[in-house]
Every structure is written in C-alpha cells, then in structure tokens.
C-alpha cells in the first residue's frame, strides 16, 4: 500500500493519501461522513448518530481494498479483505478477489499487486500468499458475503471499521455499491446491503488521520512518513510483508495498532458514523 503514493504508475493501483490540511476535520461524502455532517450531494442531512465507546467491547473489523485505479466513479475493487482485530480464530478473516469488467486491470497495477486479470478470471496460486484460489466471482456475490461475514463475527458487538486511509477504501466499496444498485433497479429490484444495517457497522476509524497525532510518539518519536509500510517499520522494527495486498495491508495495520499504546483514545474522537443514504 505504501509505495503506491509515489509515482504516478503506482498511484493507479491504490491509495491516494489526503492532503495535509485536511487532517482531523476532513468530511467524507457518502456512506461515510462525519457525525455532524450538513447532507451529502444534495441529499437530506444526516442526523447525528451516536458513536460508539471504542474503549468498551467494540468488534474492530480492519478493512482493506485493492483496486483498478484512485476514482469510485470508474475504478473497480478486485480484492477485498477483512479481519477481526487481535483474534486468531480463522473463522474471523475474510478474504476474496472481485472480478472486474474486462479490460479494466491495467498492467502497472498487475505488476504492483500479483493480481492479473488471468488469476482473477481463471484462479490460481495466489503470488502472496501461495494460496491456491478460484475463479474471482462478481463484486455483488462477495460485498454481500463481506456483509454476512461481519454481521455474524461481530456477534452483537457494535463495529467499528478501521482502515489506512479509510475514505478511499470505503469509498471505492460505496462506488461499487451505487453501480450495484443502479444495475439492479433496472431490473426492478431495490434490495441492496448497507455497511451500516446489513455488516452492522456503526463507525469508522481512519488511522492515516489517528496515527498522525503526536501524542502517540512521545517516546519514540514521530514518524517522517505515516505510509502504512513506513510506520510499520518504525513500530516493528522491519519491513512490512505483504504490501499491495489486501490481506497482507490488513496484517501490518493490526500489527501497528497492537504496538502503539493510546491509538483508541485518539481514534474516539475521529471516529465517523457510518450512515445508510438511500441513492
């Protein structure tokens, strides 16, 4: 994930981090805004939800995406994985590559990730992992397996998503969602999961925005870069395997947060609600 900020070929591929100034304030348009917003897109505003205490039993569930490119308005996801803060149970991951148009996975993003569109279309052995994988399935058949995969794992916990640079991987799910919806009510069909009522997710926590504090570095110092790849070597003391895959981005950030002492307590106050707006 980290190295994808850099140059323009990897920029295709991932995340692009948010501008400096926007920092702790920044408002997220769509499934994802601040508890206090003033409405998104010209749609009603949304009242102010409670957030949940992130100190008592809150279901963390780390989110990441890969994707085709930086815009939810035309790039698409082609893996998406998720795990249970801190549990070791297997039961409690969640990882699946999404097949995208045809055409769609450039070469630059192959190169960066191991996904081709070969592996997504026929399966095979993940490069990553070694993981010997199937035939990529459409996005609607795995965001509506992600949604009955948190609802079960959080087990009436309130949930809370946690995700480097959140509004992009949020973002890119709720572009997928929005096309979803728009495909099936031509069809006549309205039924479409929310993060918030079907996964029951009720907030969310950015920590590209959480670790920037300097309250967390006090006796270590502050980062120079809070690339994910770059605070993991600076908590860890080592590189970060995996990168520039989903579950592997998913691994370091849990590894990050179970080495920096106070992220919670930050994170209670940058927390985002995670609203269900009708499109």
């Given at each position: 994930?980290?190295?994808?900020?850099?140059?323009?070929?990897?920029?295709?591929?991932?995340?692009?981090?948010?501008?400096?100034?926007?920092?702790?304030?920044?408002?997220?348009?769509?499934?994802?805004?601040?508890?206090?917003?003033?409405?998104?897109?010209?749609?009603?505003?949304?009242?102010?939800?409670?957030?949940?205490?992130?100190?008592?039993?809150?279901?963390?569930?780390?989110?990441?995406?890969?994707?085709?490119?930086?815009?939810?308005?035309?790039?698409?996801?082609?893996?998406?994985?998720?795990?249970?803060?801190?549990?070791?149970?297997?039961?409690?991951?969640?990882?699946?590559?999404?097949?995208?148009?045809?055409?769609?996975?450039?070469?630059?993003?192959?190169?960066?990730?191991?996904?081709?569109?070969?592996?997504?279309?026929?399966?095979?052995?993940?490069?990553?992992?070694?993981?010997?994988?199937?035939?990529?399935?459409?996005?609607?058949?795995?965001?509506?397996?992600?949604?009955?995969?948190?609802?079960?794992?959080?087990?009436?916990?309130?949930?809370?998503?946690?995700?480097?640079?959140?509004?992009?991987?949020?973002?890119?799910?709720?572009?997928?969602?929005?096309?979803?919806?728009?495909?099936?009510?031509?069809?006549?069909?309205?039924?479409?999961?929310?993060?918030?009522?079907?996964?029951?997710?009720?907030?969310?926590?950015?920590?590209?925005?959480?670790?920037?504090?300097?309250?967390?570095?006090?006796?270590?110092?502050?980062?120079?870069?809070?690339?994910?790849?770059?605070?993991y070597e600076k908590v860890m003391g080592g590189p970060m395997a995996g990168a520039h895959n989903a579950m592997?981005?998913?691994?370091?950030l849990e590894a990050i947060l179970g080495g920096v002492e106070g992220w919670k307590e930050v994170a209670e106050g940058l927390q985002w609600a995670?609203?269900?707006?009708?499109?």
């Amino acid at each position: 994930r980290s190295s994808r900020r850099k140059s323009i070929s990897e920029a295709e591929a991932g995340k692009l981090a948010p501008k400096e100034e926007e920092g702790e304030n920044t408002k997220f348009k769509g499934n994802v805004q601040l508890a206090k917003g003033n409405g998104v897109l010209g749609r009603p505003i949304v009242p102010k939800r409670k957030l949940p205490d992130l100190r008592s039993d809150v279901c963390f569930v780390i989110l990441d995406c890969e994707t085709t490119g930086l815009s939810r308005k035309t790039a698409r996801v082609i893996q998406l994985a998720a795990k249970i803060m801190h549990s070791t149970d297997p039961a409690d991951s969640f990882s699946a590559y999404v097949l995208p148009p045809p055409g769609t996975l450039s070469a630059e993003v192959s190169a960066l990730t191991g996904i081709t569109d070969t592996f997504l279309r026929t399966g095979g052995v993940d490069a990553s992992t070694g993981v010997l994988h199937g035939p990529a399935l459409p996005f609607d058949k795995v965001y509506e397996a992600f949604c009955s995969w948190c609802q079960d794992r959080r087990a009436g916990r309130p949930a809370v998503c946690v995700a480097h640079n959140a509004r992009f991987d949020v973002g890119m799910l709720e572009g997928e969602v929005k096309r979803l919806g728009e495909e099936r009510r031509l069809g006549g069909d309205f039924s479409v999961p929310s993060l918030a009522d079907d996964a029951g997710i009720e907030s969310v926590v950015d920590t590209l925005a959480v670790l920037r504090s300097s309250k967390l570095w006090k006796k270590r110092g502050r980062p120079t870069s809070f690339k994910q790849a770059d605070v993991y070597e600076k908590v860890m003391g080592g590189p970060m395997a995996g990168a520039h895959n989903a579950m592997g981005d998913v691994l370091g950030l849990e590894a990050i947060l179970g080495g920096v002492e106070g992220w919670k307590e930050v994170a209670e106050g940058l927390q985002w609600a995670m609203v269900k707006i009708n499109e």
